[in-house]
């Protein structure tokens, strides 16, 4: 049985144009303590609501004022350093099911590209996995590099928009999509990313 989490390309972009607003060198910065006033303050502002209690597990879930799911992602500090979120995905458990998958991967992306490219204008670069000019990534978490990307075609495609040189610590943008199969299970996402600057990840080190 296929199992679909969809989000349409209006979503994404009414998302996308939300998670824009948010002042990314602040919680690039470091939380306020998970769960006080200050906390609550920052997420209601932002319209993101949480579970309680808040756990300090390296990654918040949140339900954002356009109804998407947003995970929150940050270091043992509380620093930021990815935000994520999967407008589109295909699961399955039959592992024959890969040719769909990848169908319905392949169909999808221009699509929600598309979308993206209507809010930032045209990536930095975007291309499938086996592209010749495929980039290694700015920072080590971005995306996989070489060998492994290859043996594995993760991601399958990829787009990234790089900040304008006058816009210090905002973020990386990355759209991410996968395709796997194993013995138990086929699926596909799509995957929003905004990163942390590599300098800012450079400098925690």
């Known amino acids: ?27 690039w910065r470091g939380l306020p303590q998970p769960g006080g006033p200050d906390f609550r303050r920052l997420f209601e502002g932002y319209g993101w609501e949480y579970d309680v209690p808040v756990h300090e ?14 995970s929150i992602y940050m270091d043992g500090l509380c620093r930021v350093e990815t935000a994520v979120h999967t407008p589109w995905s295909l699961k399955t458990g039959d592992p024959a099911a890969y040719d769909t998958a990848l169908t319905r991967a392949e169909a999808n992306w221009p699509v929600y590209l598309k979308a993206v490219e209507s809010v930032l204008g045209s990536p930095t670069w ?12 700015p920072h080590r978490s971005y995306w996989a590099r070489g060998a492994y990307r290859l043996e594995h075609r993760a991601p399958f495609a990829l787009a990234h928009w790089k900040p304008a040189e006058d816009e210090v610590g905002r973020p990386w943008v990355v759209l991410n999509q996968s395709v796997h199969s194993s013995a138990r299970n086929t699926g596909t996402s799509l995957r929003l990313e905004l990163c942390a600057p590599p300098e800012t990840l450079e400098a925690r080190r």
């Open 1 to 27: 049985m296929l199992t679909e989490t969809t989000r349409t390309p209006q979503d994404l972009v009414a998302e996308l144009k939300d998670e824009l607003a948010v002042d990314w060198p602040e919680l």
């Open 57 to 70: 597990r390296g990654c918040i879930p949140v339900r954002t004022r356009t109804a998407a799911r947003l």
């Open 126 to 137: 975007s291309g499938p996995w086996n592209a010749a000019d495929f980039p290694e990534p």
